[in-house]
């Protein structure tokens, strides 16, 4: 069976959930909080170590204004409210992308990184203001400006995932087929399952049985 140290998500389908269930996008947002706690349990029970959640992308600046605040509101809420909780089941928080949000969001962020900073039991890798091609380019940038050879363990080191283990599994809800600028790198060679379940939709059970595929799964690498 295949060892699974990291799980990456792409939890999407949260405003098509709202507007099919509630009439409204961001009740779906609120209801794929849920979800993520579901999930974040049911990854400490399988031991893994590593769970990354892509919460919001550098395009999703794109939405209207009302949503976007809603998110982060959301955001703050749950960090508010639920981060002693995390500290206690001895879970990190490390945010990946870019902190450009208010002066209090990012003041929280950094607080609530720096309260679970030595918490080894899981960490969780939150993808915000994330992309990839940009994630990409400033390696490449540091890299000139640092004189440093190109090769990929160069390159790696100026990554925001620096000594973090590249995903094993990567799953994608919301029945859509494709990466949307998520971890390009670091997604080289993990297993991806595409779930049509929209996020909120999303069970412990549906999350179990696509690991035990995954562990079922006959990896290759390059070779027969």
């Known amino acids: 069976m295949n060892p699974l140290n990291h799980v990456a998500i792409i939890m999407d389908g949260n405003g098509r959930w709202g507007l099919k269930n509630k009439n409204s996008r961001n009740a779906g947002h609120k209801a794929g909080l849920n979800t993520v706690e579901k999930v974040i349990k049911e990854t400490i029970k399988n031991k893994i170590k590593f769970l990354t959640l892509y919460a919001f992308s550098t395009e999703n600046w794109k939405r209207p204004k009302k949503e976007v605040n809603f998110l982060f509101n959301l955001l703050e809420n749950f960090l508010k409210s639920r981060i002693d909780d995390l500290n206690k089941k ?10 450009n949000f208010s002066k209090n969001l990012n003041n929280l962020l950094n607080a609530s990184e720096k309260k679970t900073v030595k918490n080894k039991k899981l960490q969780i890798n939150l993808a915000l203001n994330y992309g990839s ?5 400033n390696a ?3 890299l000139k400006k640092n004189r440093k050879t190109i090769n990929e ?3 790696e080191k100026y990554l925001q995932t620096t000594n973090i283990p590249d995903p094993d599994l990567l799953i994608r809800t919301g029945n859509t087929k494709r ?5 390009l790198w670091q997604l080289a060679y993990s297993e991806i399952f ?3 379940k929209l996020w909120p939709d999303f069970t ?3 999350y179990n ?4 595929k995954f562990k079922n799964t006959k990896r290759n690498y390059g070779r027969i």
């Open 179 to 183: 990466l949307s600028n998520f971890l």
């Open 140 to 142: 490449f940038k540091e």
């Open 209 to 212: 049985k696509i690991i035990k």
């Open 204 to 206: 412990e059970k549906d």
């Open 133 to 137: 091609k940009f994630e990409l380019l």
């Open 90 to 99: 001895k879970i990190k928080l490390k945010i990946i992308g870019v902190k």
């Open 153 to 155: 363990k160069n390159i």
């Open 194 to 196: 595409f779930e049509k």
